[in-house]
């Protein structure tokens, strides 16, 4: 039989209101809805071939077979896509990450935004966006957020069906820039799985959970306004509260290292010098610094004079997940 094959390209995404605790986290269904931006600068490109005659999935990430905990999420992700399609032809998956090595940079968003989106194509499966994005969401929550386009946000909604993402912004709408500051090149020693399973045993994890529900209005409003001040505001507020969490987890989680609050620290007084530039972070040591494209050469230029920064990558907002001609094998 021929191979039913696709291949598709997903960004990975950064959260301005983040995703970090679960209602359910069999089904990644969020406690609050999070809003985001695709990152053009970087991508995951997936191919994905259903054989009826192989004995188990064969998955190949960045040119070598994974570890076994990976295989297996990959395994149970392709699941929810053959039982959706009703075969139960196993798979070959190759993907590549475009990510510069040594940078320490990984997504879970882009590999399996691409991934759902490569596997529902080869099984000809025609699923509306808002579906493809909650079937993502079932591989990894903020994988949601990387089916759609540009400005991205994902309502926490109630169950699997109305847990998805839609756009609120296309990419062209605003020239804001990520100047990402890559500070460790090594894995992080807590994913973002498990840090986030830990997070309700934060005294602070409700009034975190509650400030991210209320700044949800504010954020659309902001980014609909190209009103950096706003978004950074609400944007960096997020971020210290989820790593405020992180840190008062049992046990706590310490994602910051010495040249992350170095970088921080000198984004607060590059800001009260007149250079308008905010900070977030993800559930590692690098921090993303959001300006306007004017002064992203500046931003990118200060952050590479910092001690202990290793690199620094500038993404634009990136476009939303989509299929390409060209195949991986
Ligand atoms: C800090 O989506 O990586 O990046 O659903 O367990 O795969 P899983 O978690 P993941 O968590 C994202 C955490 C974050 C914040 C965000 O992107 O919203």
């Known amino acids: 039989m021929t191979p ?23 089904q990644h269904l969020p406690a609050n809805g999070s809003i985001s931006m695709n990152l053009d600068a970087l991508s995951t490109m997936t191919t994905v071939a259903f054989v009826d005659d192989l004995p188990d999935d064969q998955v190949i990430l960045n040119g070598t077979p994974p570890d076994v905990v990976t295989r297996q999420r990959v395994g149970a992700h392709l699941d929810h896509l053959r039982e959706w399609a009703g075969t139960d ?26 991934l759902t989106l490569a596997a529902a194509a080869a099984l000809d499966l ?20 990387s089916i759609p386009a540009g400005f991205v946000e994902w309502a926490a909604g109630e169950s699997h069906e109305t847990s998805c993402a839609f756009s609120i912004a296309p990419p062209d709408h605003w020239t804001l820039c990520d100047c990402i500051a890559v500070t460790c090149t090594t894995h992080k020693v807590v994913g973002s799985t498990e840090g986030k399973a830990r997070a309700t045993t934060s005294p602070i994890y409700r009034a975190r959970v509650e400030s991210a529900r209320a700044a949800l209005d504010p954020c659309r409003a902001a980014i609909h306004a190209r009103d950096l001040a706003a978004l950074g505001a609400l944007m960096e507020t997020d971020a210290v509260l989820m790593h405020a969490v992180t840190m008062t987890s049992h046990p706590p989680v310490y994602y910051w290292m010495p040249t992350t609050l170095a970088v921080l620290q000198s984004a607060l007084a590059w800001r009260a010098e007149g250079l308008p530039v905010y900070f977030t972070l993800d559930a590692g040591p690098n921090v993303h610094c959001l300006c306007e494209e004017t002064n992203a050469a500046p931003v990118a230029e200060r952050l590479r004079a910092i001690p202990g920064v290793k690199t620094v990558i500038v993404a634009r907002p990136g476009p939303g997940a989509h299929l390409t001609d060209h195949h991986l094998f």
Not at 89 to 114: C, D, E, I, K
Not at 130 to 137: G, Q, T, V
């Open 4 to 26: 039913l094959k696709a291949t598709a390209i997903a960004h990975p995404n950064i959260a301005f209101i983040k995703y970090w605790g679960d209602v359910d986290p069999s």
């Open 89 to 114: 032809h196993r798979a070959q998956v190759f993907s590549r990450n475009s990510f510069p090595a040594g940078t320490g940079l990984a997504s879970s968003a882009s590999a399996f935004a691409a």
């Open 126 to 145: 025609a699923l509306p966006k808002s579906h493809l994005s909650a079937m993502a969401r079932l591989g990894s929550g903020s994988a949601s957020r």
